[in-house]
């Protein structure tokens, strides 16, 4: 597993080669769209512009208005118009480009065009390779027909008229050699009904200029931008990845050191903000790593205090008593008899206050009187210290139910008891006091001790937490009241608290949801 996680890559190479693909992705996007789709690109453009002039051309009002247009389009877009009626009588006509066709045509050509337009039923568009058709300075005798699929190609060093008249090629033959310098010829044919009904046939005709001699000086410029982009890349990718990954190499650096609960903030801890926050939270782990490990081994002390203590009463009297004949006396039996009582609750609170931490504690809520209970628990610990000195005063107003898991609440009950009864005043005294709030019963434990300082109040919930009193041994239970009541209270998910004030006392609460006794449910 350890040989695994070393051949990972690590954040820095994946960020690097992250953005060397992206740099690597432009560069071919560039690459095909300047270089390998730039004929397809300037011939579909140049298609739509003479569509564009055609639909611009259709919606002159009259064959005046749409001669200035065309002489106006010829200019502009190198397009040459010409627009026929039925008897191939010019309505229209204006010239853009050098060498036209559609002027050039005979009588025969431009019927055919006419035909094909009326019969089609979108647009016509046909392209032709000037080369194949006539060299510079020779016009053929006739033009082309329209793509059926045959039609005329006349060349001067091959052909004369009545040859070329004569024979026939298809398109395909004609302008399938896309690769050579020869420019291309593209024929636009519509039928058009003019305001006055007449109808008619707009033909339109434009030059499309080779590209090969651009693709290549693009071709050579697009290698040397593509060296300067990748280099470009490369050297952005190494700064950019260093400047993310720094941080958190050595944020994880640090990090290791979480184990001995120090942290040292790393130089670049704030370089970017998710960075700050981590090395903060981290931070905060620390301290709270650190305290944790200090309050453990505060409790362990004072567990082993409170183990000690017990196990020395009872190995110091039963030494006594086997040595001394007059000391085997039932004041001593009851003392062997009350530390071994005092160490198997120690031992016992242990256990559940380890399984409280775990969550193994299960919960059996169901109605049952807390005034009876509170009643009884009171009763039972007040015999248990009146011999001391202490005293449990608990007088209810009326008898309550709540929904609860009885058992465990009583344990509340006990060790609240038990905390209280530890950190009381001078007069011995601890209140208990039950009184009802908007659906819920509230069980108070007060003492009258020295208090808790509010910068401890919220601390004394946490495990282990003691406060800065010296350490006192609990008249019942063990010290580890708070944690196991924290606990209960917390999987009954009921509110709880705590109020004080130096020198007055500490008050100790929580809420359970009142409800009726099971014989007025069952009425």
Request: aromatic share 6%; with cysteine.
């Amino acid at each position: 597993m350890k040989r695994n996680k070393e051949k990972r890559p690590g954040i820095r190479r994946r960020i690097s080669l992250a953005l060397l693909l992206f740099g690597a992705a432009l560069v071919l996007m560039l690459w095909l769209f300047q270089i390998v789709f730039l004929e397809s690109f300037y011939r579909s453009y140049r298609i739509r512009q003479v569509t564009a002039t055609a639909d611009s051309l259709a919606t002159a009002a009259s064959p005046e208005e749409m001669q200035e247009m065309a002489d106006l389009l010829a200019v502009q877009g190198d397009v040459c118009v010409l627009l026929l009626d039925g008897e191939l009588t010019p309505l229209v006509s204006a010239e853009g480009t050098r060498n036209c066709l559609i002027h050039r045509m005979g009588a025969q050509d431009l019927a055919r065009w006419c035909e094909q337009a009326r019969t089609a039923e979108k647009p016509v568009t046909r392209l032709f390779r000037v080369s194949a058709m006539f060299s510079p300075g020779q016009l053929p005798a006739e033009a082309l027909p329209p793509g059926d699929g045959t039609g005329e190609t006349p060349h001067p060093d091959t052909a004369d008229a009545s040859e070329t008249r004569r024979g026939r090629r298809s398109f395909g033959d004609r302008f399938g050699d896309w690769e050579n310098d020869s420019a291309m010829a593209l024929i636009y044919a519509r039928d058009l009904t003019l305001q006055d009904g007449t109808e008619a046939v707009l033909l339109l005709n434009t030059r499309i200029s080779p590209v090969s001699s651009t693709v290549s000086a693009l071709r050579a410029q697009m290698t040397l931008i593509t060296l300067l982009v990748m280099v470009g890349v490369g050297l952005l990718a190494w700064g950019i990845s260093g400047w993310v990954s720094r941080p958190i190499i050595e944020t994880n650096e640090a990090a290791r050191s979480l184990a001995k609960s120090r942290y040292e903030r790393p130089a670049h801890a704030d370089g970017y903000r998710e960075i700050a926050e981590l090395n903060t939270t981290l931070e905060r782990a620390a301290e709270e790593l650190g305290q944790v490990e200090h309050l453990q081994h505060e409790l362990i002390a004072n567990i082993s205090h409170d183990l000690r203590t017990p196990l020395t009463m009872i190995g110091g009297y039963a030494e006594a008593m086997r040595d001394i004949p007059d000391e085997n006396t039932p004041e001593n039996m009851q003392i062997i008899i009350d530390e071994t009582a005092r160490l198997s609750t120690l031992v016992s609170e242990l256990l559940d206050f380890s399984r409280m931490q775990a969550g193994g504690v299960a919960m059996h809520i169901g109605p049952f009187c807390l005034t009876d209970g509170t009643e009884e628990i009171v009763r039972r610990v007040g015999k248990l210290v009146e011999k001391d000195g202490y005293r449990v005063a608990f007088a209810p107003a009326e008898r309550l139910w709540v929904e609860g898991d009885a058992t465990r609440i009583g344990q509340v009950i006990y060790n609240l008891l038990g905390n209280a009864l530890t950190y009381t005043g001078g007069d011995k005294t601890v209140t208990v006091q039950q009184t009802l709030r908007e659906g819920r019963v509230r069980l108070e434990v007060r003492d009258t001790g020295k208090g808790i300082a509010p910068e401890e109040l919220p601390l004394i919930w946490n495990r282990y937490y003691r406060t800065k009193e010296t350490h006192r041994r609990a008249v019942i239970g063990s010290g580890l009241g708070l944690n196991i009541v924290r606990g209960i209270l917390e999987q009954h998910g009921v509110p709880y608290g705590v109020e004080s004030r130096e020198g007055e006392g500490t008050t100790f609460w929580f809420e359970l949801n009142r409800t009726e006794p099971p014989e007025q449910q069952d009425g």
